[in-house]
């Protein structure tokens, strides 16, 4: 079987293409016979089973018509998919098949195969990214960043006992508190409820905590603050909130001091030795993480260049995507969507927020890396899609699978993907910025 003829047509809502596929005569002669061996098992009243004549067993199916077309859906579904995964089209949902034509014994047979496919994009540039990255070695700033945050892991807290002290930045005071909405509306889990909070730190938002500088133990408040960025959720509505405060007692925050007796807390000889093993797992961290971070860097600067938005048919076949894979993931850790739902305190709304961005975000970098794969005319071999499947228990079984099941070419995107994303690590420009956490 082969493809005769590609239509593509974009209307600018989607793009689709129009396939004709031909079976050769030889194809069709042998998938009457193979039709007409699985009807032999009939009972043909009058006759031994498998010796009905052709004439006979077409009638017993509704005529030779019906025969016909039985034998022409066996060879279409043994052939077509294969033929249509063999020439690299990938139809994003199910194709619709048109036969118009009764399948005539020794004579090729044709029929039509249309559907959906993927965008086809520009970029408004080829040329290589510009990237920046850490450095590939611990730098002393990371090193000593990590030992404050190590030294900040073991720290202790000291009650501040002097009945007249009033709240500064850096104290840890508790309190009791209610968070309400602008409306009054009160919020789950913050009626009432004892919290220790750092001035400073981030605990709450810093227009909360400026309410709580210069206050001493004892004392209670009432007032306005705004939550806005990562802090705010869901059920803050605007992030105009109201809080009634009761301050019930201060603390400081003790954090050891760095020398031999902290280093060999941590099983090191001293300080030196505990820099070192600082810098030797930081330097492993880096070996692991930075050539991911490179991949994710190079993509995310090559998909700002995508020329206008990604079609929406094109995300919402993603999104579906983006669904079924978190079910599947909830279903092996052995939950159900709304007990993930609960555990996690997620609203509904929230949930298909974040998979609507995940889906945009997948569909543009697809775009994108085929867009880039495209100018740069290069092909897919069949030892590509080997190499991709080494990484398997049992690679030629793998691509087996792939190919009995028809999406060798889902292979072959994998690919052309990973070629560019190759291509584009090896290319990038570098910038190496120090960055902090």
């Not at 596929?21 to 006759?47: H, R, T």
């Not at 806005?228 to 009634?244: I, T, V, Y």
């Not at 997948?362 to 991709?388: I, N, P, S, Y």
Request: proline share 4%; glycine share 6%; charged share 30%.
């Amino acid at each position: 079987m082969e493809i005769t003829k590609t239509n593509f047509e974009d209307d600018g809502q989607a793009r689709e293409i129009d396939l004709t596929l031909v079976a050769s005569a030889e194809e069709v002669d042998e998938y009457i016979k193979l039709y007409l061996k699985d009807l032999s098992n009939l009972e043909v009243p009058g006759f031994r089973k498998g010796k009905a004549p052709r004439k006979v067993i077409e009638q017993g199916v509704g005529g030779h018509e019906a025969f016909m077309g039985g034998a022409a859906e066996k060879l279409i579904n043994s052939l077509a998919f294969k033929c249509i995964d063999d020439a690299d089209i990938l139809f994003i949902e199910e194709p619709e098949f048109n036969v118009s034509t009764v399948m005539e014994d020794g004579k090729p047979f044709s029929f039509s195969v249309s559907g959906k496919v993927p965008p086809v994009m520009e970029l408004t540039d080829y040329e290589p990214v510009s990237i920046e990255m850490p450095p590939d070695e611990a730098t002393e700033a990371e090193i000593n960043r990590h030992i404050d945050n190590l030294r900040d892991y073991y720290h202790t807290f000291e009650d501040i006992t002097d009945e007249s002290h009033a709240a500064e930045m850096g104290d840890y005071a508790m309190l009791n508190v209610t968070i309400t909405t602008a409306e009054g509306g009160r919020i789950s889990g913050l009626t009432e409820v004892d919290r220790l909070v750092g001035l400073g730190k981030g605990t709450m938002p810093a227009s909360f905590d400026e309410h709580i500088i210069g206050a001493t133990k004892g004392m209670t408040l009432s007032f306005d603050f705004k939550v806005e960025g990562e802090m705010n959720r869901p059920e803050f509505g605007d992030g105009n909130l109201h809080a009634n405060v009761e301050v019930m007692s201060f603390r400081k925050c003790i954090v050891p001091e760095l020398d031999d007796a902290f280093a060999q807390k941590l099983g090191a000889e001293d300080v030196h030795a505990l820099t070192e093993q600082v810098k030797n797992a930081l330097n492993n961290d880096k070996n692991r993480y930075l050539p991911q971070l490179m991949e994710e860097r190079v993509v995310d600067a090559l998909i700002k260049r995508i020329d206008g938005p990604v079609p929406e048919y094109y995300v919402d076949f993603i999104r579906q995507d983006v669904g079924r894979e978190m079910v599947a993931n909830l279903d092996k850790e052995g939950t159900s969507l709304q007990d993930w739902i609960l555990r996690n305190d997620v609203q509904r709304e929230e949930l298909k927020e974040n998979i609507q961005a995940e889906a945009l975000n997948r569909a543009v970098r697809d775009c994108a890396l085929e867009a880039m794969f495209k100018h740069q005319g290069w092909e897919v071999t069949d030892k590509d899609v080997e190499d991709l499947l080494q990484g398997t228990d049992n690679p030629e079984e793998t691509l087996k699978s792939w190919q009995e099941s028809n999406h060798v070419s889902e292979l072959r995107k994998m690919c052309r993907q990973n070629m560019v994303i190759r291509w584009l690590v090896k290319t990038a420009e570098v910038t190496v910025v120090e960055e902090a956490e």
